[in-house]
Structure formats: C-alpha cells, structure tokens
C-alpha cells in the first residue's frame, strides 16, 4: 500500500503518560490531570504509560485522572520488566529490570496498585533488548498465559530498536509492538518491521512520532532533540527539508510527524506524550489537520535518496 492515503481520524489519537509521569520534565499533578481531562473531551480513548515514568507517578496520575470514566469507554496499556524498588509516593525509586515470570507478575499486580484498574487491554514488555532470551522464554509467555485465562488484553513489546522488535516478532507471538521513534518523518528504519507485521496481523502503535522534539515545531531549530541528545546535523537537515515541504503546503511540520506513522498498514495508534491540558488539544487538532495528498508524496520523495537507500 502506498504511503499517500487517508490517515488520520481522531480515534487513532493515543495519549502518552510520559509526560504526565514527569519523564521529560517537572509537571504539577494539576496539569497531568488536566492533559488527561482535556484529551478525554477531545475524544481521546486510548490511553499508554509504563512504571518507568516517574517510577510509578505515571502510572498513579493517569490511573487517578481517569476515575469514574467508564471503564468499558477507553483502552489502557501499561509495560513490564522494570519493577520500581523502594517506590515513594514522590516518585523516588529505583528501576529494576526483571524479566522473569515473577517480576512479571509482581510488576503487573504494581501496575493495578498505583491505577485501580483490574485489567489492561494492552500489556507491553518495556525495553528488553538487553534481556531479549529471558524475555522471550519467560515474560511474553507469562503474559500469553494470562491473556488466554482473560487478565489482560492484547500482549507484546515496546522499544526503540527495530532488530530487538523483529526478533520478538519471529520468535514469539506477540498481538502487537509498541515502536518508539523508529518510524517517522525522518527516521524510517521499522519499514521491514512493520511490513512483517502487517504480514503476520501484529498491531502496531508508533510512538514518538516527534523523535524526543526535532519534528515538535514548525521550523526545527539549532539545539533541537532526536533520541533525546542534540542531534546531528544530518538529522536537522532532514528535518528542516521537511519543514519546507509542509511550508509549501500550508501545514505545520508537527501535524505531519503526526499523522506520518499512520500511513502504514500496520499501524493502528500513534501515540504522542503530553505534559498539559493545551498540548493535549494541540495533539488532537494537528492529528485533524488536513494535509493534501501532494504534501505525502513531496515528503515520502524525500525518504528515498538518489542512492535508493530510504531513511
């Protein structure tokens, strides 16, 4: 399928907790309960966080903000393999990895602590590149156990690292993969993932659609982020030819990095991690905007260099 198509309906909309946990930056309980209410107006019903974020304040915000909503209204993922030890109500913690079929469980039976929720419709294994064997022999089987007896929902793996991914895809039997920044405007390097995915009926939700903060404003600026450090000028140079393409068009970058993921088969969600109440509604109106078709293929054009190597 090629990548010019209609993407974007708001439903496709996922709400990141990152922010609200405090990953990127202080933020007030006031403001993480206001990000959560104004996505929920905005018709916002999925929503992801992970006990990393914050060492559980995350996971408790959200749990906390969503309270009285219908349950059976609005889908929630969490991850596990990193248990918060000696957790603080302040976030204070330290994060340990366990891959185990106990760590498993005790980060799961955590994750329902801090939420109040009794059930995840989603439940990911969060970064374990490191402790892929261990992962593949006892957590995703741990969580395809409980997904079969009815615990959980749908069971896979989240990271930024496509190899890692692909392993997990071709050695066990994931329902779906959480891809962080690896398939964007400007960083391409899931589309082998994510065509075995849509080969195999695995659900992809793209995550980091901004790459850490390069593709977050309109022009891209000296000093922006890609994964979190500075990043290279070959990377801000890609950002900015984008930037002129959606200029040309009448369109912000951000609403375009956006809604880029969704032009995959593959991909069912793209989530974005917001810290208030206006980049909430910000998400939700870039994700609406319209961007004529000229604007993808001008911007696809830009992927596949003269050399055929795409980004």
Known sequence: MSLVHARCQGSQLGFGGSGIGGSHGPVTEADAAAAVAAAWELGVRYFDTAPRYGAGVGERRLGAALAGRPRSEFAVSTKVGLLVADERADGSGTLVHDYTREGILRSLEASRRRTGFDRFDIVFVHDPEDHLDIAIAEALPALIALRDEGAIGAVGAGMNLVEPLRTIVQRSEPDALMVAGRWTLVDRSARELLDECAERGVTVIAAAPFNSGLLAEPAPRDGATFNYVRAPAEMLARAYACAV???RHGVELPAAALQFPLGHPAVARVVAGVCDAAESAAAVDRMSTHIPDDAWRELD???????????
């Open 245 to 247: 393409v959606c200029s």
């Open 301 to 311: 054009a830009l992927a596949e260099p003269a050399s055929g190597a795409a980004w």
